[in-house]
């Protein structure tokens, strides 16, 4: 008997602020689209590939500023059986608010598989449209481990570096892990891992010529491995957009 593949991730950062309408209207520059979410709580904007969360929290909140990450499926009971006939465990979890989830805890910490809210987000990686970026920052010697772990619940492992320091994956959206400190939150469970933001396209001087007329402040930089942009973030931070990298010195493919 064939077995049901497990079904792709969406990969959704979820990020917390107090200032939730500068940040809204900023990711809205960038190109992402509203969505039915649209609730301060949880609005959920979409890119071409994966999807990004804005909950508004209080000012002196532990989560402001925070971005953590959390994934969706369109069937979490579908998605659970693939998984349990793929011999991938399952452990279900119910979070505040009677949302159902399935835990999956990763050497840096736990993170959230949940049911979608809204279908916007949910093609597949593609490198001509803009996809929503998860990066995990992590000691060396887990980033392998971290994704080994990871890519059974339904990601594609595509490119790492020869020195271990690099592995992302690939679904509806993009998560990597990268050599750096790790940071963690005590949120809908301890110790969940904080990520950083980032976004892939296949052009980056395309999607350049678009952010320009609507006011984002943003630089083109050149490097030896590939091209990036870097956005000035209402904070005052750099939110970084890779090109989809050809150059494969120091690094190779992990996907067929």
Do not use: C
């Not at 532990?62 to 011999?87: C, M």
């Not at 996809?131 to 971290?146: C, F, K, R």
């Not at 973030?233 to 970084?240: E, K, S």
């Amino acid at each position: 008997m064939t077995k049901t593949p497990v079904p792709t991730l969406t990969v959704q950062p979820i990020h917390f602020t107090s200032e939730y309408v500068t940040w809204k209207q900023f990711y809205l520059q960038l190109g992402l689209r509203e969505t039915e979410a649209d609730d301060p709580m949880t609005t959920i904007l979409a890119a071409d590939s994966g999807q990004l969360m804005l909950g508004e929290v209080p000012e002196d909140s532990h989560l402001n500023g925070i971005r953590l990450v959390e994934f969706t499926v369109d069937d979490l009971d579908v998605y659970a059986s693939a998984l349990e006939a793929a011999g991938t465990e399952v452990n279900r979890v119910e979070l505040t608010h009677d949302r159902n989830t399935i835990a999956v805890d990763l050497p840096q910490g736990r993170v959230h598989i949940g049911e979608s809210a809204v279908s916007a987000g949910t093609a597949r990686f593609d490198p001509t449209g803009l996809s929503i970026g998860a990066l995990l920052y992590t000691p060396a010697e887990t980033v392998t481990i971290g994704a080994h772990a990871l890519a059974p619940y339904g990601l594609t492992p595509r490119i790492a570096s020869n020195n271990g320091g690099w592995t992302d994956l690939i679904g509806h959206g993009v998560f990597a892990f990268h050599e750096g400190t790790l940071r963690t939150v005590d949120n809908d469970a301890p110790y969940q891992p904080v990520i950083s933001l980032f976004a892939e396209t296949g052009d980056v001087e395309k999607y350049m010529a678009e952010l320009q007329p609507r006011g984002v402040e943003v630089s083109l930089i050149d490097e030896a491995y590939g091209r990036t942009l870097n956005i000035t973030q209402p904070d005052g931070g750099i939110l970084t957009v890779n090109e989809s990298q050809q150059d494969l010195y120091g690094y190779h493919r992990l996907d067929p």
